[in-house]
């Protein structure tokens, strides 16, 4: 136990204007879930706990005007029950419904998930493959911030001591084929291996038309694949095609975190899981 | 230190707590309420699962000042004088529990789980309780305990519809 | 319809409440973190930082100066003898000269907080001079490795010798030999190892503890504090859990010792990260197997050498080498035998108990063998079995006839249906291009109590003048149902419902010995122990109940706390009038019980013997599918046989093998301890509920006649044939097989590129089955 003192602001204005003087000693607590498992192994080294969790504004799922907006608030339990979600980012509903556990989807929250940076982070594909801008906010202003750009390695975020994420505008997809799949050591309760999330769409040719890929747990920050969908876009997709261009996903991912030790796993898995993921576009 | 005040088991509480301690630390040991346990401290168990404002929530997970203004239920909460919760009942009827110390939050989780939806089918219990490690039973009779509370809950809530 | 035997029993096979659920379900059960103290002191560990070390200076003079640190022992603080151990005493308390792992104890803190405490082992000076550290078998094997302890690195060796495998080889149609490893796996109970304790009035150190063996604990705790026996009480709280971990001691001498010097209230819970790194692992393995049939799959032959990882201390290294020569052939007919086995020190965290000694990694063997065998001889895998399985009269490689009670035919006419279904139909349907299905069977066998020694267990019970009946057993139920079958077998004999019988379970000032809740023995030795107790009663029930009722004992029948003559419900004494009558004449109403399995001990060069006077057997059969892209592997369905002589309690014995199914399940594909690595449940995992099968139990009763009503036991023969069933069913489904545990997504992606199924379909009908 420690001296730290707990803070809950009343609202944005009062937590920005806080963390404008103090956010250097200050930890931003909003789901928890990642923060009290860093308080119990290693203490926090902070003056203060900043209790975002009930700030009104972080909170809600909207569409307005082709704006898919996500509070940074909202919880892995209430993406995966949004029907706005469903008819309008299925694979970020997907990513929320094997997310570690009830209990922690609960609570969990998407922004948290975010900026805790972590590359086996599972909304982060789906965010990829959705465009998507953070709304980031300080007492200053705001600024919008992609989702390559959220993390600038490994476990750090690009978030300044007195910024806080707010929403993340989406773009939302309609029609099309969109999923979001992901492998763990078992069914729940795992981190992932890998995750992948996509969504394509074809013409009435059955070329490809567009095709946005998220892979997860393979790099360190988040990275659009976009030789790879360029590589498909304006094809049939056969099955010798979508593992030609799995391989390509592959290669980009060793291509950026060098050749480690779960290379010789996740090389094949990676071209394995792409082509699950898209073997319905090629049936179909 | 944090003011906290927040409804368990039915009854008010309100005390002054260290600002960084848990929920679950909370619970056993300034209210000393020990049915909830530690399995992990890190969430990867489920046995420290109690229900917040009616949602299976990890204790060791959630900061103690965050309970401030919320409503919880803990094992012991389940239970009235008079009778067992049904989760409670049929569990020990269908034998699931053996060596009893992942049980107080495989129940909370079913409450949880039954509160919200009164008849789920072997998959939303399996999403339910996934998070609730068992080492003993396989989990087989915890399902079938959990179907037989479906059933009785709903019982009870057809004899409280009549006037029963 | 009933048979006669089934209708005639009013306890036994009845699925009873257990004796503690409603504490358990209310939240009421006081495991050792739980149980009420006053203003406890904290207690923590300081462990090594080093492998392996000379400890040349321990400095607390830091720690000890910090406000609210009460007191820092080292081994200088230890009265008594300071070496503990299960079978071979070769580990201390703290470490005294040198470290032989990074789990070794050094110092012990006790402080107001556990804040306070870790405070403390950050202050505490260690210097070591290294030694150089082993590693794994190979190294530890090797001629030129350091020495862990002073006799060397080979702990033990059990050889079993029968006939002459090598000349049998030369007469082998076909042979198969291959080499098998398996890992460490961790037990992963629920409940992190804990213990509390305070001084009672009388000056008696009293410790709860979370055991699967209070007598030993006192034991050993006696011992390591140089005191009499009444001056220690150990009492075996509410236990979550144990699977063989908590046999050896986790946290009892600390609490000891602490009590021992400052006399004040202690706690110690483990968090479970030291409970990962303090306590003990499943041996690993490293199995060289070669199994030779003549032409028509007639097991000849067999020859193993088996390395196990036994780690810094021996714990029950001795007794997994010596379990696995025995087991290692399998549940099978085999002449020429030629078994070794050793357990070697490594400067890993030790290895000790875990359900099944041994047999589990050998069972991953064997089952693998008659599979590679009957695929090479063209003959089915159940064939094979069938040809092979021991039945009534086999004799075993240590030269034991198999008498009574040997299910295992039966349990494999018992899943033949299923496995053939499965064959026919669930095979040949195809849900995906990229999804394979396979099929698997493992059978075993299991010697029922410790191997080839005396290993008995006692209990008593008493009838107080109101005719009330109290079971005192020194049986540790860690969940298993242990107390409530005691109930149910007293509760037949004198015909009194278990629930009546008030019980006393496990506090050595109360009970004793019944040997440790282990080698699935309880339910037959403590059985046999409290059936023992009761018969006694009973007998000096029915010699006054005769007398009084004027009949001879032949026309008594017992019945709701009285004897009455059969059919005459009218002619009856009560209990009551019968003890108050006993205690009068100067008779005994406490009645002590005891039995112990027959076994002949090993010869120590051939191995021949009876190393159990009663086996478990087995078959199960694993449905699975695997994922060719991602190596993903899905249990479908887990068909499981299981030979248990009589279910006691059948919804017990059902617990038995779905959670022994669960932890199977995690062996075979997902479980892997590695030594300075796994370090919390983020890196280690065990089954969620989403990951079991369906689980089809099915339970076989070949009565064993020396069993307590013809029982013998379930709980490590639950876990051991589910890994070979499911890694059989691997191999089937994608024609490539794995030699390794756990069949984890990176070997089964391996084999699946290596069987040329990884890569587009190509084709939309079900891929053919390719020889391994």
């Known amino acids: 136990m420690t001296d730290i003192e707990y803070i809950r602001p009343l609202n944005l204005k009062e937590a920005l204007s806080f963390l404008w003087e103090k956010g250097e000693d200050t930890k931003i607590i909003a789901g928890g879930t990642d923060v009290m498992v860093d308080l119990r192994s290693d203490g926090l080294d902070k003056k203060y706990l900043l209790d975002i969790s009930r700030l009104e504004e972080l909170k809600g799922i909207e569409l307005n005007n082709k704006e898919l907006s996500v509070g940074a608030g909202v919880t892995l339990s209430e993406i995966y029950s949004s029907k706005i979600l469903k008819s309008n980012a299925l694979a970020l509903k997907k990513s929320a419904k094997n997310f570690a556990s009830k209990q922690i989807r609960n609570i969990a929250t998407i922004g948290g998930n975010v900026a805790h940076s972590s590359p086996c982070g599972d909304t982060v594909p789906a965010l990829v493959v959705h465009d998507a801008k953070a709304l980031v906010a300080d007492k200053k202003g705001t600024r919008l911030v992609s989702m390559e750009e959220m993390a600038t390695k490994a476990y750090m975020s690009c978030l300044s001591p007195g910024q806080i994420l707010v929403k993340f505008i989406l773009t939302p997809y309609q029609g099309g084929f969109t999923d979001f799949q992901k492998i763990g050591r078992r069914r729940e309760l795992a981190v992932s291996r890998i995750s992948m999330a996509v969504f394509v769409k074809k013409d009435k040719d059955g070329r490809i038309s567009f095709l946005k890929i998220g892979l997860g747990a393979c790099t360190p920050t988040p990275c659009k694949m976009e030789s790879v969908e360029a590589f498909l876009t304006g094809k049939i997709p056969t099955e010798n095609l979508i593992w030609e261009a799995g391989g390509i996903l592959a290669g980009n991912m060793i291509k950026i975190t060098g050749r480690r030790s779960s290379a010789i796993y996740k090389e094949p898995a990676v071209q394995g899981l792409f082509m699950r993921i898209l073997y319905p576009v090629v049936k179909s | 230190m944090v003011h906290i005040e927040f409804t368990i088991n039915g009854q008010k509480a309100a005390l002054d707590i260290p600002a960084d301690i848990t929920a679950l630390e909370t619970i056993r040991s300034l209210i000393g309420l020990k049915g909830t346990k530690e ?11 109690i229900n917040v404002d009616g949602k299976a929530i990890n204790s060791c997970l959630m900061l103690g000042a965050r309970l401030d203004g919320t409503t919880v239920v803990t094992v012991e909460g389940l239970a009235t004088k008079e009778n067992l919760a049904p989760v409670q009942e049929k569990f020990m009827e269908n034998h699931g529990v053996q060596c009893g110390f992942c049980t107080p939050g495989i129940l909370m989780s ?48 057809q004899l409280k519809k009549v006037g029963g | ?41 904290s207690l923590r560990v300081l462990r090594s930082t080093r492998h392996h070390a000379v400890i040349e200076t321990i400095d607390v003079a830091k720690a000890v100066a910090i406000p609210g640190v009460i007191r820092v022992f080292t081994v200088v603080d230890i009265p008594g003898k300071n070496l503990m151990g299960i079978i071979n005493k070769d580990q201390p308390l703290l470490a005294s000269d040198k470290v032989r792992s ?71 149609h076909t042979i198969v030999e291959k080499e098998y490893k398996t890992h460490a796996v961790e037990h992963n109970y629920i409940e992190p190892d804990a213990g509390a304790g305070y001084v009672d009035e009388d000056g008696t150190l009293v410790i709860y503890a979370s055991t699967q063996n209070p007598h030993y604990d006192h034991k050993e705790v006696v011992g390591l504090l140089d005191l009499e026996d009444e001056q220690v009480r150990i009492i075996q709280a509410a236990t979550g859990g144990g699977f063989g971990s908590k046999l050896d001691l986790n946290v009892q001498g600390f609490i000891g010792l602490a009590l021992y010097h400052l006399k004040k209230p202690v706690r110690y819970v483990y968090t479970r990260e030291e409970s990962y790194l303090a306590t003990a692992k499943r041996h690993p393995f490293i199995i060289q197997m070669k199994t030779g049939t003549d032409e028509n799959g007639k097991l000849l032959a067999i020859r193993m050498r088996a390395y196990c990882n036994t780690g810094a201390y021996g714990s029950y290294g001795i007794a997994v080498a010596t379990r696995s020569a025995v087991h290692g052939t399998g549940p099978y007919e085999i002449d020429h035998v030629d078994m070794e086995c050793s357990c070697v020190y490594t400067n890993q965290t030790f ?34 079995r069938i040809i092979n399985g021991f039945k009534k009269g086999s004799i075993n490689g240590t030269g034991q006839k198999l008498v009574n009670s040997v299910g295992f035919q039966e349990c494999l006419k018992s899943v033949k249906p299923y496995y053939e279904e499965a064959s026919k139909n669930w095979l040949t349907k195809k849900i ?183 086996y478990a057997f087995a078959c199960q059969l694993a449905l699975v599918e695997v994922d060719v892209l991602t190596g993903e592997v899905n249990v479908k369905k887990i068909v499981a046989a299981h030979d248990v002589g009589k279910a006691i309690h059948p919804e017990n014995v059902i617990g038995q093998i779905c959670g022994g199914v669960a932890m199977g399940v995690g062996f075979a594909l997902m479980e892997e301890f590695e030594y300075g690595k796994t ?44 890994a070979p ?31 040329g199924q990884f890569g587009p379909s190509g084709q939309f009908g079900p891929k053919e089955k390719t020889n391994v």
């Open chain 2, 110 to 157: 079913a409450h949880a789980l039954l509160a919200e939806n009164p008849d789920p089918d072997h998959k939303e219990i399996s999403r339910a309780l996934s998070g609730n490690l068992c080492r003993c039973t396989g989990y087989s009779q915890i399902f079938v305990s959990v179907k037989e509370a479906a059933k009785l809950t709903d019982q009870l809530n």
């Open chain 3, 432 to 614: 995906s291009p990229f999804i394979k299905r396979g099929i698997g069977l493992g059978g075993m066998w299991y010697g029922i109590g410790n191997t080839g020694v005396q290993n008995p267990s006692t209990a008593k019970i008493e009838m107080d003048q109101n005719g009330r009946i109290t079971l005192f057993t020194g049986c540790a139920d860690i969940g298993q149902g242990s107390t409530t079958i005691l109930t149910q077998i007293a509760g037949e004999v004198l015909g009194v419902l278990p629930e009546a019988i008030h019980v006393v379970v496990g506090d050595t000032k109360f009970t004793s010995n019944a040997g440790a809740t282990s080698a699935s023995r309880q339910t037959y030795i403590s059985g046999n122990a409290v059936k023992d107790a009761s018969d006694k009663l009973a007998s000096v029930l029915l010699t006054e109940g005769s007398n009084k009722l004027k009949v001879s004992k032949a026309l008594l029948e017992f019945g709701d706390h009285s004897l009455h003559v059969s059919g005459n419900m009218d002619k009856s004494v009560d209990f009551a009038w019968l003890a108050k009558r006993i205690h009068k004449k100067g008779g005994s109403l406490s009645w002590q019980g005891y039995f112990d399995p027959e076994t002949i001990p090993f010869d120590p060069e051939t191995g021949q013997g009876s190393p159990y006077a009663t």
């Open chain 3, 1 to 41: 319809m009933k048979s006669q035997n089934q209708l005639k029993y009013k306890s036994i096979g009845k699925n009873i409440a257990h004796r503690d659920v409603l504490g358990k379900i209310k939240g009421d059960a006081k495991f050792c973190a739980d149980i009420e103290l006053k203003d406890p002191l």
């Open chain 3, 679 to 722: 370090q919390s449940m983020k890196d280690y995992h065990i089954p969620t509920c989403a990951d079991m099968p369906e689980v089809v139990p099915i339970i076989i009763e070949d009565s064993e006649p020396t069993g307590p009503f013809g029982a013998k036991g379930v709980g490590e023969p639950a876990l051991i044939p589910t």
């Open chain 3, 351 to 384: 290895s000790g108990a875990m359900r099944g000694f041994g047999a589990p990694q050998m069972a991953f063997a064997h089952e693998s063998q008659m599979d590679l065998l009957a695929q090479k001889l063209g003959i089915d895998p159940m064939e094979i």
């Open chain 2, 39 to 49: 399995g992990c401290g890190i969430g990867e168990c489920g046995a420290c699962t």
């Open chain 3, 725 to 755: 069933a499911i890694l059989n069913a691997v191999s089937h489904a994608l024609g490539k097989r794995i030699y390794n545990l756990p069949a984890n997504l990176e070997r089964v992606l391996k084999a699946s590129i290596e069987s």
């Open chain 3, 102 to 172: 990074k789990a070794d104890p050094v110092a012990l803190v006790a402080a107001l907080t556990d804040d306070i405490a870790l405070k403390a082992l950050a202050a505490i000076n260690v210097s070591y001079k290294d030694l150089d550290p082993i590693f794994d078998i190979e190294d530890a094997l090797a001629g030129d490795a350091p020495k862990i302890h002073e006799k060397g690195n080979i702990l033990f060796t059990r050889r079993i010798k029968r006939g002459d495998a090598a000349a049998a080889f030369n007469d082998c």
